[in-house]
């Protein structure tokens, strides 16, 4: 072991750098809501998008992107829901799309703090209807520890397998490499290819992203790192969310085990889990992506309704000692 860790600090070498992030400045001006950014209070601009139903909004919903993602990875769960009545916001946050410094990440602390000021912001334009706050794995990490202290405007918050693979349930190996990567090479940017993981088995969609220049396709060790610590601060994080919940998980997801995510699920107070036996990842833009927004919707309109799927009598009763696998 200690020869090969020796041959990896010879290889990572050269690529020697500081770690570099980009957390939020210091306030210099109260957030405030554009028609395509928001204004964050150190006057980072963060592009918005916005999806509205034709007829009556029966609920909000603001949508948080998943590591290397953007805000138009809610476009066609968005025009679903709006079907519903849904009307739907996405921004990109530091660090990706079109966000401030693409590629390099910001901090857990900037990411929460950008989702509150959001929600209070997109909240308050819509005053006496329920606004809610959806995360799609890194993004229902920062949504999840957003939760911990919500906003007055948040009336709950939905978690598609929310990133909560923190240190503690990895392997002893994947610590020791990021540590090694990171103390070496912080701005190494592997591409991924080869590690025979499918995030969704929606195959056309997954073309599209890999076609769409917006879409990180590298990841720096540094940002890694800082997912990792997110990962962290959402593990521990579920005990103290307070707010109603929805919590989505897919037998096929291969990118969070399934170990951590059902032990944070049953930690949430209050929480109504859903488990979709032919979802993977990307539920939301899965090929049975409907039903899950299907799903989404109910729950938006009335948290005690029974989910139109039954995903939720699929769900363990107790989901911190579930033993489904993925």
């Given amino acids: 072991m200690r020869r090969i860790l ?15 992030t980009h957390p939020a400045g210091p306030d210099t001006q109260p957030p405030q809501v554009l028609a395509d950014h928001l204004v ?17 909004i029966r609920a909000v919903v603001l949508a948080l992107h998943g590591m290397n993602d953007y805000s138009q990875f809610f476009a066609e769960p968005a025009a679903h829901l709006a079907r519903h009545g849904i009307l739907s916001y996405a921004y990109d946050q530091r660090g990706f799309g079109q966000g ?47 939760a911990t202290e919500p906003p007055a405007g948040m009336d709950g918050i939905i978690l598609a397998a929310p990133a909560v693979w ?4 990895m392997p002893w190996w994947q610590r020791l490499s990021l540590w090694l990567a990171y103390n070496v090479a912080p701005g190494w ?3 991924g290819h080869g590690l025979n993981i499918r995030p969704s088995d929606n195959v056309e969609m997954l073309r599209k992203l890999g076609a769409d220049p917006l879409v990180i ?19 521990a994080a579920p005990a103290a969310i307070r707010v109603p919940t929805l919590f989505l998980y897919g037998a096929h997801d291969e990118i969070i085990p399934s170990a951590p995510t059902w032990q944070a699920a049953g930690a949430i107070p209050s929480r109504r889990a859903a488990f979709y036996a032919n979802g993977w990842h990307m539920l939301v833009r899965d090929l049975q992506a409907k039903v ?25 009763v107790k989901p911190e000692v579930c033993s489904c696998k993925r």
């Fill in 40 to 56: 964050m209070a150190d006057g980072v601009r963060l592009p918005l998008k916005t999806w509205r139903p034709a007829g009556e």
């Fill in 217 to 235: 396709k590298r990841t720096r060790i540094d940002a890694v790192k800082g997912v990792v610590d997110l990962m962290d601060q959402a593990e």
């Fill in 189 to 191: 940017s592997p591409s």
């Fill in 6 to 20: 020796a041959l990896l600090l010879v290889l990572l070498l050269p690529a020697c750098a500081a770690p570099m």
């Fill in 292 to 316: 899950v927004l299907d799903d989404m919707a109910a729950w938006m309109v009335d948290n005690d309704a029974d989910l139109p799927s039954g995903a939720d009598k699929q769900a363990p």
């Fill in 166 to 169: 923190g240190r503690s349930a």
């Fill in 100 to 146: 401030p410094h693409p590629r390099f990440w910001s901090s857990t602390d900037t990411m929460v703090a950008d989702a509150r000021a959001a929600t209070d912001l997109l909240a308050s334009r819509h005053p006496g209807l329920p606004f809610y706050v959806f995360g799609e794995s890194m993004g229902g990490a920062v949504a999840m520890l957003a």
